[in-house]
């Protein structure tokens, strides 16, 4: 077998990771081969959801929400499959566009979830012949994987896929699971329409996924040579539970069984090596729910194939991982949204719940709670392709409608190994700031930035990620504009920003909990040509009163003036010198700073990516606070209060 290009597709640039690795192996620890193959339950034992002909079962499953669900699937009935053509493949080579191949794809993806659930809901076979064409429609297909994933997993220099061979990404792993689930409930139904048609599926899942993981190594993702300079992000859980799933409802063999199984623990454990013990998600919280929640998935299949006697639930790092996203909600729908995460994230609070009761956390069962209440108009059982999921929150439904909503109000919260602080106050001021360094999963060049919200309101914003192309997993990924640390809350040193790379990192970073007192030295992620020696920021927030950032440096030469730049989400008013505010929906944000020292810039950014445009419409601004005079040693102080 060739070596592959593993990183064509993740940060080629950001291969090594500055992540404080721990040979931990909680779950290779946990069982060893032995105890694992007596304790599997085979012949699909552990599945506690209804039989297809228990019709009793499915109707108390799926009550409530029966109708709803039967609805969706005769949308479906008439659906005309789409054809994935080659050039839809070829076009991420082209133009780097992802759409083009993704859309057709997700839209037969979408139409055979659908059928699969009205069947299993309705029980009368009236979905089946559309589900056999679709499983046909599936098995013909050379992949299931993205068009953005193939090329740098294939010795092919293409994102059209070999016919040779079987790659496992996220599109193929979830497509493996959804029809291993899909053959383990209607195998007789599809029967009854030609046996070849289960047959060929059983045949694919095989061939493309089981096989392909037990036969090879280097999948990037796998991370089986992991050290400490490995990135390790959450394609890892998000493929291994898949995975798992396959050979769960599938595999009835014992000693095949448990050598799979096992293959995916050693796996897995790479993941959990990979994370701070602080628990901080460094690809950000709307990665949450495909990161630690994908763990939380690997982790409850696993415990439920075993009678629970396979779980490291008890283990304080699994629980740190999971209360993360309870805590890094700020309110009214806003997520803290470092790195390539989204300010209006959604969160799955099926998974959120259900982890929270498995780690024994009040805080994410009531954050859950909060959801729901939150988002009362969106379905809250439907996880698309991913059946595992959307029956686990039929099946705890109940339970979470009589959990007491509640979300964190911490007045400060720190992640001291990722360096990551959250801090409130009494007067509705949030503020979230980072250190850490830019070779983090889903980097962008932003140590020592921050966020600040009033009222939930947003005012010192991250613009966040836009839609994915080639170029953002490339060697130009720091060439896209909201990438860079000049479009972030920081300093552009002697007109230098910061550089992309494990080694630019901050410095001495602490919090100071009673104080709510952040700093950090960030001069180490500038390159050299920036000439500075030492750059200390701190963020204190006042208990009933305002944040003040507080940058003071030390410089070997001046070249270029020093620019403090600050995104905002409204226009920024000037309305005098060393003042400027800030207003969203009647909260205002008052800027206070030495016009003798700094004067005032305001530029106009265009939104035209359709991803951006969801969050923050067609425009947001850049406050540029730009040094009058050069020094080698000064300091500036802005002042954020509401007034």
């Not at 990161?291 to 075993?306: E, H, I, N, R």
């Amino acid at each position: 077998m060739l070596p592959r290009i593993i990183f064509a597709f993740l940060f080629a640039i950001n291969i090594f990771a500055a992540n404080a690795f721990e040979k931990r192996d909680l779950l290779e620890k946990n069982v060893d081969m032995a105890k694992l193959k007596s304790s599997l339950l085979i012949n699909q034992q552990w599945v506690a959801y209804p039989k297809y002909s228990d019709r009793k079962g499915w109707d108390a499953l799926t009550v409530g929400v029966k109708d709803e669900i039967i609805k969706k699937g005769e949308a479906a009935l008439n659906f005309e499959w789409k054809v994935v053509k080659a050039t839809d493949y070829l076009e991420f080579d082209l133009s780097g566009s992802r759409k083009i191949m993704e859309d057709p794809y997700r839209a037969n993806i979408n139409a055979i979830s659908d059928l699969v659930l009205a069947e299993l809901a309705e029980g009368k076979g009236r979905f089946t012949n559309q589900i056999a064409n679709g499983i046909w429609y599936f098995c013909e297909m050379t992949s299931w994987s993205l068009s953005a994933h193939i090329k740098g997993a294939q010795p092919e220099s293409t994102s059209l896929p070999s016919y040779k061979e079987n790659i496992i990404d996220l599109g193929s792993s979830d497509m493996g699971a959804f029809f291993a689930w899909t053959y383990f409930f209607l195998k007789d139904e599809l029967d009854k329409v030609q046996p070849m048609i289960s047959e060929r599926l059983r045949a694919n899942i095989q061939t493309r996924i089981m096989d392909s993981y037990l036969n090879r190594s280097d999948f990037w993702w796998q991370a089986f040579n992991a050290g400490p300079t490995t990135m390790v992000n959450n394609w890892n859980p998000w493929c291994n539970s898949s995975v798992l799933m396959c050979f769960l409802l599938l595999e009835n063999d014992p000693e095949k069984l448990a050598a799979a199984v096992y293959r995916t623990m050693v796996s897995t454990d790479k993941f959990i090596n990979y994370y701070n013990n602080d628990g901080a998600c460094e690809e950000g919280p709307s990665y949450w729910s495909h990161a630690p929640g994908k763990l939380y998935d690997y982790l409850q299949l696993l415990s439920y194939a075993t009678a629970g006697k396979v779980t490291i639930f008890n283990q304080p790092l699994i629980r740190n991982m999971g209360e993360y996203i309870a805590k890094s909600y700020i309110g009214n729908g806003w997520m803290v949204n470092f790195a390539d995460a989204w300010a209006k994230a959604k969160v799955e609070k099926g998974v959120v719940f259900r982890y929270g009761k498995a780690v024994n956390s009040l805080e994410m069962q009531q954050f859950a709670s909060y959801l729901y209440e939150f988002d009362k108009n969106e379905s809250y059982f439907d996880a698309g392709r991913d059946l595992f999921r959307t029956f686990e929150n039929l099946t705890s439904h109940n339970e979470l409608l009589q959990t007491k909503p509640s979300v964190s109000d911490a007045p400060a919260t720190w992640y001291p190994e990722t360096e990551v602080c959250y801090m409130r106050n009494k007067v509705g001021i949030f503020v979230a700031a980072k250190g850490g360094n830019n070779a983090e999963s889903h980097n962008h060049n932003d140590v020592g930035s921050f966020l600040l919200y009033v009222d939930y309101k947003p005012m010192i914003i991250d613009a966040g990620v836009g839609v994915y192309t080639r170029q953002t997993f490339s060697s130009e990924r720091y060439n896209i504009w909201n990438m860079q640390s000049n479009y972030h809350n920081l300093p552009l040193v002697n007109g230098v920003a910061q550089s992309d790379g494990a080694k630019f990192r901050s410095r001495n970073a602490t919090f100071d909990t009673k104080k709510s007192l952040f700093s950090l030295d960030i001069a180490n992620t500038y390159s050299k040509e920036a000439a500075v020696n030492e750059w200390h920021r701190t963020f204190q927030l006042q208990p009933k009163g305002g944040l003040l950032v507080q940058d003071a440096f030390k410089m070997s030469k001046t070249k270029s003036p020093n620019q403090l730049n600050y995104l905002t989400w409204s226009k920024p008013d000037i309305l005098e010198k060393g003042v400027i505010t800030l207003e969203k929906d009647g909260s205002k944000l008052k800027i206070s700073y030495n016009p003798n020292q700094l004067e005032a810039v305001v530029e106009t950014i265009h939104i035209t990516d359709r991803s951006l445009l969801s969050v923050w419409g067609e425009t947001i601004y850049r406050l540029t606070l730009k040094a009058k005079k050069m020094k080698l040693v000064d300091n500036y102080s802005v002042q954020f209060s509401r007034f």
